[in-house]
């Protein structure tokens, strides 16, 4: 799997939007962007994926670069409850099932 | 619905003996995996298994660990005389089989061994 780097932390305030950024410059043309969380003593949660257009859920939006060397996770709200380690991941759609995991990104957020 | 569970949450274990931690995936997920967690780093995957067969054991740090998931559910890791750096979180998740699925992962198990 390709390699992904993020930065080791992050803060954001309260209410405010978050962008999460992860530059993955060797992707290839298989490979899905994964984002997973992992709050305090719980196992990573899914939050996106996507592998060329913006992704929208519930939880988050996956903005990808035209290039696809980077792409950036947005919070549009910050709570609480979001403060966690999130992971960006790339895994290739045609082999490979586990994921390769980073140090990830650990998101402060203050009231 | 009812996620990933482990069990226990929790292991304190002496070094040289032997543990067995306990994944119970998702009903109907052919998927499973097993994940070692150190302190302050990301997950490491330890193994996979589609139903029984444990297609993938390239994670596993040594022969004193085993996978097994006899009936394709329920999974359990066990580690043989164990030694103070197998002290970790160990998370299992499970999926469906269909590649690029997302993981559903269990709160782990944490192991201290003293």
């Known amino acids: 799997d390709a390699k992904t780097t993020q930065p080791n932390s992050m803060e954001s305030n309260e209410e405010e939007p978050v962008h999460l950024p992860c530059n993955h410059s060797t992707i290839s043309g298989t490979d899905y962007i994964h984002w997973y969380r992992q709050l305090p003593s719980q196992g990573p949660e899914y939050v996106i994926h996507?592998?060329?257009s913006n992704v929208n859920n519930r939880m988050a939006s996956l903005a990808i670069a035209e290039d696809r060397k980077s792409s950036t996770l947005i919070l549009h709200r910050a709570t609480l409850r979001d403060a966690a380690v999130y992971y960006c991941i790339l895994r290739d759609v045609d082999y490979g099932q586990n994921f390769v995991f980073g140090p990830g990104t650990r998101l402060s957020v203050l009231p | 619905g009812a996620g990933v569970s482990q069990s226990p949450r929790y292991k304190v274990a002496k070094r040289g003996q032997d543990v067995a931690l306990r994944c119970d995936p998702i009903s109907g997920h052919v998927s499973l995996f097993w994940y070692q967690q150190a302190l302050g780093q990301g997950p490491e995957f330890l193994t996979y298994f589609q139903n029984e067969a444990q297609l993938d054991k390239s994670g596993l740090p040594s022969d004193r660990f085993f996978a097994e998931r006899p009936e394709g559910s329920v999974s359990t890791l066990k580690i043989q005389r164990t030694q103070q750096e197998d002290s970790a979180v160990y998370l299992c998740?499970?999926?469906?089989?269909?590649?690029?699925?997302?993981?559903?992962f269990g709160p782990g198990t944490r192991l201290t061994v003293t």
């Open positions: 998740a499970s999926s469906f089989v269909r590649r690029g699925d997302e993981q559903y």
């Open positions: 996507g592998l060329t």
